[in-house]
């Protein structure tokens, strides 16, 4: 008796068990570190099981595959060349590696508008309950997922304030975006009402880095919806424009808050520039040594601390001064190569094709940029693996689309 293998059925297996982990990748990721490295996990062993089950057949290329070539050549070198080799090496294998497989597997698997669609919702359901979590944080003191205590500012399950803020400032211009240009009115008031949750939740985090950010990508979206709407539907452009307002005027009460309140109930505050300036200073100086290729990738609080032995370990709070310092000139600018590019081709759809949900996720990803400036997004668990998945939902977005919802 003989026994036939069913290749393809074998490959659909593995491809809905890679859609199923990633998107409880994208729901657990607010809510559980232990989520994520499970389902990170999972998501790369289902995707290459499916590419050494059509081999290599349903690999999908990209416009940024040449980029992230050159990326991964130039953070190879850095390790050659770093001060602890076995360190840095260890950081490229477990993080910079898992970032590129979580991009490919995500644009391999978000292959049909319906995928996307139902990743989306699944993003959104999460932000959703995160941001009720921020809440019940806010009026009972501690949150419900993880039981964070609620210091003046709302974090809900994010062990700080920052990495909450710099998760919303993605998502908020996404829903503006989505609220305006939406399929129908019943969608658009959906979207609208998330929006003004995710920007309330965002300013009672009191981070002015995320809410700057988060609030110049949505200024820029306006030019683009205006085009779209052709300023015939006034309406619609109104409640926009009033939820723009209601958010700003948030904002401007944030940054007003009154001194005495700030250096009463949040002592720290006081100290913020002082601190990061400080790091700054000492991480010139440390790229002043070894301009090209840095010290390694990971090998930034080693590092800081032999010039600075009076401070604990931290990181640069400021993403590109410390991939300055950990890969250098060389592995910066291939970075910087990569957002060119992405920005590039988001910007060529969304021009195309009028793709306004690609607009969303593309300004989000430009508030995170942004914010990533002055706080330590890239070396966070889970936002260094949002931005990733969030790069290749826009580069399958724009594969697929455009795509109404």
Same mark, same amino acid.
């Given at each position: ?99 590129? &497989?979580? !991009? ?5 698997? *978000?292959?049909?508008?319906? %995928? +996307?669609?139902?990743?989306?919702? $699944? =993003? /959104? ?96 979206? &306006?030019? !683009? ?5 052709? *300023?015939?539907?006034?309406? %619609? +452009?109104?409640?926009?424009?009033? $939820? =723009? /307002? ?96 992405? &920005? ?20 989000? =990803? ?40």
């Amino acid at each position: 008796m003989e026994f036939k293998i069913d290749i393809n059925k074998i490959y659909n297996s593995f491809d809905m068990a890679t859609l199923f982990s990633l998107c409880a990748l994208i729901f657990f990721l607010p809510i559980s570190k232990a989520s994520i490295q499970i389902f990170v996990s999972l998501s790369i062993l289902c995707f290459f099981a499916t590419l050494i089950t059509k081999k290599l057949q349903n690999f999908h290329k990209t416009e940024l595959d040449i980029p992230l070539f050159i990326f991964f050549i130039c953070l190879c070198l850095s390790v050659i060349f770093a001060v602890d080799f076995r360190t840095s090496l260890i950081t490229l294998i477990k993080k910079y590696a898992e970032w590129f &497989l979580l !991009f490919f597997a995500i644009v391999t698997t *978000l292959n049909t508008k319906k %995928r +996307i669609k139902i990743f989306l919702i $699944i =993003l /959104l359901l999460s932000a959703i309950s995160v941001c009720f979590d921020g809440i019940y944080q806010q009026i009972t003191g501690a949150d419900l997922f993880r039981g964070h205590n609620y210091d003046y500012k709302m974090s809900a399950s994010f062990n700080h304030y920052n990495n909450f803020a710099g998760y919303l400032g993605v998502l908020l211009p996404l829903t503006l975006c989505l609220s305006i240009c939406g399929k129908d009115k019943k969608n658009r008031l959906i979207f609208g009402f998330i929006t003004i949750l995710l920007g309330y939740c965002l300013i009672m985090t009191l981070s002015k880095g995320g809410c700057s950010a988060s609030l110049l990508a949505c200024i820029l979206i &306006l030019p !683009f919806c205006f085009l779209k709407l052709k *300023l015939k539907k006034l309406p %619609r +452009i109104t409640l926009e424009i009033g $939820i =723009l /307002l209601i958010l700003a005027t948030l904002f401007i009460i944030q940054v007003t808050i009154p001194k005495y309140w700030i250096s009463e109930r949040i002592p720290s505050v006081a100290g913020w520039n002082a601190g990061r300036f400080g790091i700054w200073h000492y991480a010139f100086l440390l790229f002043k040594d070894r301009p090209w290729l840095g010290y390694g990738p990971g090998s930034f609080m080693t590092e800081h601390i032999k010039i600075n032995p009076s401070l604990l370990p931290t990181y640069a709070h400021n993403c590109y001064l410390q991939m300055l310092v950990e890969i250098g000139v060389i592995g910066l600018a291939s970075f910087l190569l990569i957002i060119a590019v992405f &920005l590039k081709t988001t910007l060529k759809h969304v021009l195309k094709n009028r793709d306004f949900l690609l607009l969303g996720v593309a300004c989000g =990803l430009f508030a995170y940029l942004l914010h990533a400036s002055i706080d330590t997004h890239f070396y966070s668990m889970q936002l260094s693996d949002f931005f990733w998945i969030m790069i290749g939902l826009a580069i399958a977005i724009a594969k697929n689309g455009p795509i109404e919802i």
